[in-house]
């Protein structure tokens, strides 16, 4: 009868096991990644050994992408949003004519 205790420990002890299985196979997802990465681009160098005219290259492209991206996305979602106001009051036009004529 007064076990219980005994099974919620249990329990919280195979919530914490899972727990690390889950953070085990999540570091090695992002280890795994990482050598994808750096075997992929071999001419990926350390920071540190970049000269600084490199560096500001690197830089200067990693920004240049960044606007390219935060561009693509603006573009895409304005259109989505005109083309979704636009069916929205299409719908709106002929919901109204609908109601309009059935008096």
């Known amino acids: ?3 219980g205790f005994a099974f919620d420990e249990i329990r919280k002890l195979q ?9 085990r196979n999540r570091y090695k997802d992002m280890r795994e990644a990482v050598s994808k990465i750096n075997s992929k681009y071999s001419s990926f ?16 492209k990693i ?3 960044i606007i ?6 603006f573009i895409k979602s304005f ?7 636009g069916a929205i ?4 036009v ?3 004519n609908y109601f309009l004529s059935s008096f």
């Open 79 to 85: 259109l989505i949003t005109i083309l979704l106001t």
């Open 63 to 65: 920004r240049a992408r």
């Open 45 to 60: 160098k350390d920071k540190s050994n970049l000269t600084s005219e490199e560096l500001a290259m690197y830089k200067k």
């Open 1 to 3: 009868m007064g076990s």
């Open 94 to 96: 002929i919901l109204f």
């Open 89 to 92: 009051g299409f719908i709106s």
């Open 15 to 23: 919530y914490t096991l899972a727990l690390k299985k889950i953070y």
């Open 68 to 73: 390219y991206n935060r561009q693509k996305t």
